[in-house]
């Protein structure tokens, strides 16, 4: 019993965690972006699995794991552009075309598996060349924090940098205040001089390209294999931390970050003989768990500025 | 030299919309440094004119004289670049930010080209509140505060923005007594300073306070362009509607009998907060008991308790005819013969969404024989519905058009007609004539004078004294969650009613 509430803690699980958080990570402080401007994307799954599946792709092709995960954001915009000509332009509705998306890209990529690399199932290969680890030196002398930061790849600390970097973009620079305001309230945005259409395209691009980015770390991280579905609903966890973190990129990481947590822990304590069955369960308990909490949260904040719309909606409930 | 005393010149601006003419050649001349005000019907092409002086519009003929010169806005902004900001009915504001935000937005000042410099942008709106007198929180986020500071925020955003002349659409409808008079201190000043105003209103009385210049709409043409001191009330009324309303109702003598309503010790806490303090009041059949009041002294609340929508504390008792209700649902009161005119007629009157005659059985579809056990009988809904068309004048294409393409006066027309042709007993009415013209009001106010002669009892709830006190028989004065009698019909003298709406009673005036 200690022994696995020792794990709970240990640098092993923090370490398997800050890497699986990275595609988290990136993927939903993208969706932040969307989020803030007010569209209603459910397709991350889409863009993630079409992005993993090219970034093996790209990789396999050109030798350079950073030309793979190129490629990938390239992908993942394309789609985005089809998204955003669905929706924008002719106001489709968001959830469907998401919907369609996050299934035809599990086809399309199950496909392309058989059409391209004559296999099914999952492609393995050497030649798909996986990011660098990064060793940085002065945290070679910090005991706790090498184990679980250091030796890396890159991506995951561009994960950091992206949180912060969108953090200050978002709250800090009049392009964020702006994209805030198109998604709060439209028709004032504009009496404000700010064109929408642009913005919400421009939050759709960055959330393509970051989800790509993150879909594409997935092959790349070490395994060099692409399997069909290999999200394995990583798109559907960004999705809810955007949700629960409501769009501010550092509580949305926070939120990611602890999803990821709960994964490194169901991969460390299975070595402990216990039911895996179980086991398997608590991410997604964490996800019910976070999602609980943040609701009570902000009902009790509604509670305190009950105005009259509130009492006449839970009267005629 | 001429010239230059205009700030804004409208020549001949003429407007379709399809076969329908908006504006017909409008001539419209703006005084520097004046205040000048429109005035109109609901439909008369009021906004209209102001989206095309702002470019929402392009006119159709006719052309735009700022300072002089011929102008084309190539888009809104163009307008707010030339000095013209507008004042929206709806506040164009963000609700989650804060107010400092909410300001610069679209505006903002930068640092280093791309990042925020809310510390200047600050100074800027700080140094314009000192300059006209405004008092803002900065840092509040925007929907906490009330719609008078949320409506100085829209006039600093503009004046933000560098506007020159301000127009001001509709602006006192959303304010309560005090907030029209502390905006009317603000128009002046901004007069004083050398700003030109626009506003738009349907108001009278307002428009003899504040306007220096008055400019009549009807129809779309211009039907009189007066000054304040040349005309009477009812000759302004006359340009606008064409014919002679006067703002007085007619009382109908009736015959007051036993009471239908009686609330004891009413009491009302939500959130904790006392809403209703131990309220007794009786209304009786063929009775109009009107409560004035400052918009949230518990109105609301009261009009909640009676219907059922609110929930009363233990000891408050509800009786209507000799049963008491208080645990009853809102249908099982709608049965007894209960109806409710809402103040909020979009969100709760009608569904905005549904068609007319959908919305004309709301509420009742159970409760008087608009069913054939379990189907909708749509003839009769029907034939009811083609009834209060006709009854109540409601301009519609038709019985299936969707509500949301009705004018507001005209959804008001048909939620009293909807709630005073299926209830008997006692009828609920909140503002029944807010934001709506002068000829629906003259119309409304006839019917619910009409039900009470035939012998309905009716609680008349308005934040418009001058409405109460024309139609009530007998009226009490609402002041934080406590009701004052305030005399018959014509007992008390407005200023004195008001005086009690602002300080209550006299208990409350000896213990402040």
């Known amino acids: ?317 | 030299m001429a010239e230059t005393d205009y700030v804004l010149e409208l020549k001949n601006i003429r407007k379709t919309f399809g076969a329908l003419v908006a504006n017909d050649d409008i001539n419209l001349r703006v005084r520097r440094g004046s205040v000048h005000a429109i005035i109109g019907e609901n439909g008369a092409g009021k906004s209209t004119l102001m989206n095309m002086i702002t470019d929402i519009y392009e006119p159709d003929g006719g052309e735009i004289l700022l300072n002089g010169e011929k102008v084309r806005f190539k888009d809104p902004m163009d307008a707010t670049r030339h000095g013209i900001g507008m004042v929206y009915q709806e506040f164009m504001v963000f609700g989650d930010l804060p107010v400092l935000d909410n300001i610069m937005m679209g505006f903002e000042e930068k640092r280093w080209g791309i990042f925020l410099n809310r510390k200047k942008a600050r100074m800027r709106i700080e140094e314009i509140c000192r300059d006209y007198h405004f008092q803002l929180p900065l840092d509040a986020r925007a929907d906490t505060l009330p719609v008078a500071v949320l409506q100085q925020v829209e006039i600093v955003k503009v004046l933000y923005r560098g506007a020159d002349i301000l127009i001001l659409d509709e602006p006192t409808s959303v304010l309560t007594p005090q907030g029209i008079q502390g905006l009317f201190e603000a128009i002046r000043f901004l007069k004083a300073i050398g700003k030109t105003i626009l506003i738009i209103t349907h108001k009278l009385r307002e428009v003899f306070e504040v306007a220096d210049e008055i400019t009549v709409l009807k129809n779309g043409k211009v039907t009189g362009h007066v000054l304040p001191d040349e005309v009477t009330e009812e000759q302004l009324a006359n340009l606008m509607v064409g014919r002679e309303v006067i703002l007085q109702a007619h009382k109908i003598k009736s015959e007051i009998k036993s009471p239908v309503l009686e609330l004891q010790d009413l009491s009302v806490k939500e959130n904790g907060v006392q809403r209703l303090k131990n309220l007794n009041l009786k209304v009786r059949s063929g009775e109009i008991v009107g409560i004035a009041g400052i918009a949230g002294s518990g109105q609301q609340q009261l009009a909640g308790a009676v219907v059922g929508l609110t929930r009363v504390e233990k000891e408050s008792r509800i009786r209507i005819g000799e049963i008491e209700v208080q645990d009853k649902s809102v249908r099982e009161r709608k049965k007894m013969g209960v109806g409710y005119i809402p103040q909020d007629r979009m969100g709760e009157g009608v569904n905005k969404a549904g068609s007319v005659w959908e919305s004309a059985v709301m509420g009742y579809q159970t409760v008087h024989g608009y069913r054939r056990k379990y189907l909708l009988d749509r003839k009769q809904a029907e034939d009811f519905t083609n009834r209060i068309i006709r009854e109540y004048s409601v301009k519609t294409k038709g019985i299936h058009e969707k509500v949301i393409n009705l004018s507001g006066g005209n959804i008001q027309k048909l939620v009293v007609g909807r709630e005073i042709s299926l209830c008997d007993k006692l009828l609920v009415i909140e503002d029944p004539t807010r934001g709506i013209d002068v000829g629906a009001i003259e119309f409304i106010w006839e019917k619910i004078l009409r039900i009470a002669a035939a012998g309905t009892a009716i609680l008349l709830i308005s934040h418009e004294l001058n409405e109460v006190m024309q139609l009530s028989d007998r009226i009490f004065v609402m002041y934080n969650g406590t009701l004052e009698y305030a005399g018959t019909h014509g007992e008390l003298k407005e200023e004195e009613i008001g005086l009690l709406m602002t300080r209550g009673g006299d208990a409350d005036e000896k213990k402040a």
């Open chain 1, 1 to 317: 019993m200690q022994e696995i509430l020792l794990a709970v803690i240990s640098p092993v699980v923090f370490a398997g965690a800050v890497r699986i958080a990275a595609p988290l990570v990136i993927g939903s402080v993208g969706g932040c972006f969307t989020e803030k401007s007010g569209t209603f994307v459910l397709a991350y799954e889409c863009f993630m699995l079409i992005s993993a599946f090219f970034a093996t792709w790209g990789s396999y092709v050109t030798g350079s794991a950073v030309l793979g995960a190129l490629i990938a954001v390239m992908v993942s915009i394309l789609v985005g552009i089809l998204f955003g000509i669905l929706v924008f332009r002719f106001q489709a509705n968001g959830m469907i075309v998401s919907i369609a998306l996050i299934y035809g890209a599990w086809a399309v990529t199950t496909l392309l598996l058989v059409s391209i690399f004559q296999v099914r199932g999952s492609f393995i290969s050497p030649d798909i060349i996986s990011f660098q680890t990064i060793s940085i030196p002065f945290l070679n002398q910090v005991p706790v924090l090498n184990d679980v930061l250091n030796n890396k790849i890159g991506p995951v600390y561009l994960a950091f940098l992206l949180t912060g970097a969108a953090y200050v973009v978002m709250y800090k620079t009049p392009f964020g205040l702006r994209l805030r305001g198109v998604g709060m309230n439209a028709t004032a945005a504009q009496t404000a001089g700010t064109n929408i259409r642009r913005y919400k395209w421009t939050a759709l691009i960055i959330m393509c390209a970051c989800c790509g980015l993150g879909g594409a770390i997935i092959p790349l991280s070490g395994v060099s294999m692409f399997t069909e579905n290999m999200t394995s609903g990583r798109g559907f966890l960004c999705l809810a931390a955007v949700l629960v973190g409501g769009g501010n990129p550092i509580k949305t990481s926070i939120v990611a970050f602890l999803f990821a947590y709960t994964d490194a822990l169901y991969l460390t304590l299975t070595s402990f003989g216990l039911p895996t069955q179980l086991l398997s369960c608590i991410p997604y308990v964490a996800v019910i768990f976070v999602l609980i909490v943040s609701k009570l949260r902000a009902r009790r904040k509604a509670a305190l500025g009950a105005g009259r719309l509130k009492w006449r909606k839970k009267v005629t409930a």
